[in-house]
């Protein structure tokens, strides 16, 4: 969570539907739901009805995906995103 600068009130994260998501992005449902399901993003949490829902930093993994399928397949970049996690919690 967040605190606005001006106020002090605690703003809770803007979550987003993976049809927010397919809305703003080049990316189709499917995408979404294979990417989450390898790994490549995550959800942070689910609605009440079972629908997962992804914060703000998946629109840059997202984009940061998208540009590394011009050299890289899906599981080299699975592999990318597994050692940089490695470094971040060494």
Do not use: C
């Not at 993976?18 to 689910?46: A, C, K």
């Amino acid at each position: 969570m967040t605190q606005s600068s001006n106020q002090g009130f605690i703003t809770p994260p803007k979550l987003y539907r993976i049809g927010d998501i397919v809305r703003s992005t080049p990316f189709t449902r499917q995408t979404i739901h294979n990417y989450t399901v390898m790994g490549l993003i995550q959800e942070s949490g689910w609605t009440e009805g079972g629908h997962r829902l992804y914060d703000e930093s998946v629109f840059e993994r997202l984009w940061r995906i998208q540009q590394l399928r011009e050299t890289k397949t899906l599981s080299e970049i699975r592999e990318l995103f597994l050692s940089e996690q490695a470094v971040k919690a060494s």
